[in-house]
Structures are given as structure tokens and as C-alpha cells.
């Protein structure tokens, strides 16, 4: 399977508590709910197709709480692909500390979780995805498991909270693969696949 990761953030690389001012507070961050503005049906329509490709999904620990109280608790509304995706395909978890999920059709995943993650990527076709997770997508792009990166990036500067990357890290280079027309609400959508270490040059070099 392919392992993608899609994230929404804001223009200053934010992508804490995106869902609701109390969703996530870790750090005093008080900023929540800074993508509803945002949620436009193109936006929603490219979320939906990235989620009814899913074979499985990988989250970390504290995001897989945040959907399994809200998605793994909803009734099915019986026209969301986002709902069926992840109420009806395995769910991994990679966690030292989490050992007993109450939301059906989950695994977790300790140990070597780098070598379990190999191994789900060789079994299929298809997907596996990741939503969210900013330690988890850190830690995957550090450990080269990353083929695909989708960024939903919003027109908005919170000015606080944990941003996607680091203000250190390893350094990517990314290629464009695709890319959609900014959304009717000023949301940008790319698609980017890891591609080794960026080049470095001086200015004027050719």
C-alpha cells in the first residue's frame, strides 16, 4: 500500500486544533475551530475522494481518541464516505501506551513499528493513510515512509500552536504532483511526494 499523509494547515503551519476550540488545548493554545470558515464543498469533495481510497488507516495515539469520540461515535449518516471509510476499514495505531481501543476493527501497533509499517505497506494496493498525527507524519518523513503528501493549506494565521514541521528537522525535497484550483473559500490543495534530500546553491547559479 501506499502510505499518504493529509494534513490541513494554516498559512503559518499550524494544524492544532483545527476541529474546535476544545479539541485540542495542549500548551494553553486557545485557537481552536480555525478551518470551519474554511470547509467548502470543493474542499470537502477532494476529502471525500481522498478518504473512500483507503485500504486502512495509521494515526497516532492522540488524534485516533479525537476520531474515535466523534467518528467512531456518530450513526451513520449514510451519505458520508468519510464515515463508511473509517467505520468499516482497519485501523492501526501506533502507540506504546494505548492497549485497549474501544473503536472496532483496531490494531495497535508497539515495538518495532517502523518494520510493522513495511509490512502493511507490502501487503496491498490501495492506500494506507494517515489524517492528522503531526508527531506521527514527522516521525514517518524521518524514517522515509512517506509516498505521498497531501496539504490543504487555509487563509488564515493563527499565530500559535504546533505547527507540521519543526522548527528543526530533516530536510525533503518534495515534487509537485498535483495540484488543485484554490477553493471557492481560499483553501489551496497539493499534492507532493517526497523525493530525497533538496539541492543547495548559491543565488546566481545556474
Do not use: C
Not at 503559518?12 to 483545527?18: E, K, P, T
Not at 495505531?93 to 495497535?108: E, F, G, R
Not at 524521518?142 to 519543526?166: A, K, M, S
Not at 507532493?192 to 548559491?202: E, S
Amino acid at each position: 500500500m501506499k502510505l499518504t499523509t493529509t494534513t490541513m494547515i494554516t498559512v503559518d503551519g499550524v494544524m492544532q486544533g483545527l476541529g474546535g476550540p476544545e479539541e485540542d488545548r495542549r500548551g494553553g493554545f486557545e485557537r481552536g475551530g480555525w478551518i470551519t470558515p474554511y470547509a467548502d464543498n470543493e474542499s470537502m469533495g477532494f476529502l471525500n475522494e481522498v478518504y473512500g481510497r483507503a485500504n486502512a488507516f495509521l494515526f497516532g495515539r492522540r488524534t485516533y481518541e479525537i476520531f474515535a469520540a466523534s467518528w467512531g461515535t456518530w450513526d451513520d449518516p449514510g451519505d458520508s464516505p468519510i464515515w463508511t471509510a473509517l467505520n468499516t476499514k482497519p485501523k492501526y495505531v501506533a502507540s506504546s501506551t494505548l492497549t485497549d481501543p474501544t473503536w472496532a476493527n483496531t490494531t495497535i501497533l508497539s515495538g518495532d513499528v517502523a518494520a510493522a509499517i513495511r509490512e502493511l505497506k507490502a501487503q496491498d494496493e490501495g492506500e494506507l493513510e494517515v489524517h492528522g498525527s503531526g508527531a506521527l507524519v514527522r516521525w514517518l518523513l524521518e524514517n522515509d515512509l512517506v509516498d505521498e503528501i497531501n496539504l490543504l493549506t487555509v487563509p488564515v494565521v493563527v499565530g500559535q500552536g504546533t505547527r507540521l514541521f519543526p522548527d528543526t528537522g530533516p530536510d525533503i525535497a518534495l515534487e509537485l504532483v498535483g495540484s488543485q484550483a484554490v477553493t471557492p473559500s481560499g483553501v489551496t490543495i497539493q499534492v507532493y511526494r517526497p523525493i530525497g534530500r533538496p539541492q543547495y546553491g548559491t543565488a546566481g547559479d545556474a
